[in-house]
């Protein structure tokens, strides 16, 4: 077996959890089905790619996305927990390089990314089932953006875990920047229609990108502005790889 | 034939110098000890030897590899216990044994077998179950060296992986490791515990201020820096005068405690033994006990580590 495939592995059993699950499952859950329809009645039809959404129907959409990101906190908490509990230090000591590690941490967030955004897709489907409009370009970029996604924010994740000591600091220096991620986006509500700064800042966070990718994809409204968001998304979360490549190659023991 | 062979390896830290142009060479299937005080440059030169930093200079091969272009073919045929704890909080101790093991692509037949056989040699079966974020320090100790066991390996670094055990439990680790030297294992072992040096190791190296001070077998290293001997006399009774009778004996150092107990230090410790029953005979003075104590390793590396200090 290929030291990734082991180290995939390994990654997986120690972070998924029965709560992490749970919590993954309940939490968009909550979301979809208590605030979705608790907000419909003051929430008109959202406009969205040519498309008029029922608010459930687009916030469920936009909990995959928001899902996407919390998952990939695990890569933070994998990186931070190796480092404390003595583990990065094992396996840099056995048969295993750092690019074995890096690549291992990315396939483990690209895998939770992935299940994560097809259950909340399984669990949301009864909301969003009218307007869905699969197809053969659609799939592939709903795929797209989970995997996109799961890199730019593990990504994310993994630089801070390198750069913060404290497990104090680490937990709310993370949850900060995610709570900022998910209510400053289009996860929840759409930027139109939304005060002009704000706006601005929803389209400074890769999280709008990502959410829009996703919807694109299950409403099958592909326009120019999708495609140059999976763009921007790939630029990210290209750049953001490469620096937590970096800093995670440059730890030291 | 050798299994490490080190040449001139250093490692520096801006101006400060952990390890300073070190030379050793480790025989295969023995266990090489490596002692030196608190921030000698142990842990570093276990980090160098086990690819885990690269030196600021000179050659290292483990294994026939050369460590600093070939690190990964190094690791593969290496274990390595590290002074601190690894573990995964999660996982149960069968959990983490069985991981590891995959973690080192052995085939999941051989892993349960052997799983099992180090349950049972590091008494683990009762806490099998046991989540490791559950365990005592101790008994997660047991299960960070008997892991390193699921794997095959040519060569074991440990860096004091006694620390947290109880004397049961660190005597039965002691036998264990015996055992597998026999079968072809060697052994690279940290301690600043010096019995623990003594019990289990074929050769010892010293190392101070990164400098390797002496390499050889526990018993020469004795015979070369362990001359001087320790006799211990109790008196019956208490003598005001006993420091003023033996102040005429030359070639030793007396000391006395509390007015009944004389302890001599002695490069000639039988001459001076004599000398010393004879002027208590002539003076009436009996002897309660006397004892020999033999000069053990902890001894001579003290000796040495303050030598070495002086002499900087």
Known sequence: MHPIIRLVNRNLTISLNPGFLIWQVIFPLIYIFVAGYAYAPLINDVPFGGKDLDYPAFLASGMIGFNIMNSTLISGILIWNDRRHGMFEQIMSGPFTRSHYILSNICTIGIIGLVSASLIAVVGYPVFFESVEFSFITIPIIIFGAITGSILFGSLASIISTRIHSSEGFNVIINTVFLFFAFVSTAFYPADGAPEPLRTAFYLNPLTYLVDVIRAGIFGTITEFVIIEMIILVGIASVLFVIASKLLTKLDF | ?312
Not at chain 2, 229 to 253: R, W
């Open chain 2, 1 to 312: 034939m050798s299994c490490i062979n080190v040449n001139h390896l250093s490692k520096s830290y801006g101006s400060v110098s952990a390890v300073d142009d070190i030379v050793l060479s480790v025989n295969s299937g023995q266990v090489f000890g490596f002692l030196g005080p608190n921030g000698a440059g142990k842990s570093t030169t276990i980090k160098l030897l086990t690819t885990l930093i690269p030196p600021s200079g000179g050659s290292l091969s483990v294994l026939g590899v050369d460590a600093v272009k070939n690190p990964l073919n190094v690791r593969h045929k290496i274990g390595v216990v590290l002074q601190q704890p690894s573990y995964e909080p999660t996982l149960t101790v069968e959990k983490s044994l069985d991981k590891y093991g995959m973690m080192w692509n052995v085939p999941k037949k051989i892993r349960k077998k052997r799983m099992e056989q180090l349950l049972q040699d590091f008494d683990l079966v009762e806490i099998r179950k046991k989540r490791n974020e559950d365990l005592s320090i101790g008994q997660r100790r047991r299960v960070q060296v008997a892991r390193e066991f699921m794997h095959d390996m040519e060569l074991l670094f440990l860096d004091e992986p006694t620390v947290g055990l109880d004397p049961s439990a660190r005597r039965k680790l002691l036998d264990y490791l015996k055992n597998k030297v026999k079968t072809g294992l060697t052994i690279f072992y940290t301690t600043h515990i010096l019995s623990e040096a003594e019990y289990l190791c074929d050769e010892i190296a010293i190392i101070d201020k990164g400098k390797i001070i002496a390499i050889d077998s526990p018993n020469a290293l004795k015979s070369r820096f362990g001359k001087e001997k320790t006799i211990k006399i109790h008196l019956l009774e208490t003598q005001s005068n006993i420091s003023a009778l033996l102040s005429g004996i030359s070639d030793c150092k007396i000391n006395f405690e509390t007015g009944t107990n004389i302890i001599i230090h002695s490069e000639q410790s039988e001459l001076v033994l004599l000398q010393v029953l004879k002027i208590l005979n002539e003076n009436n003075i009996q002897i309660e006990d006397l004892s020999a104590v033999p000069t053990n390793l902890e001894d001579i590396f003290l000796k040495m580590v303050r030598e070495n200090a002086s002499n900087n």
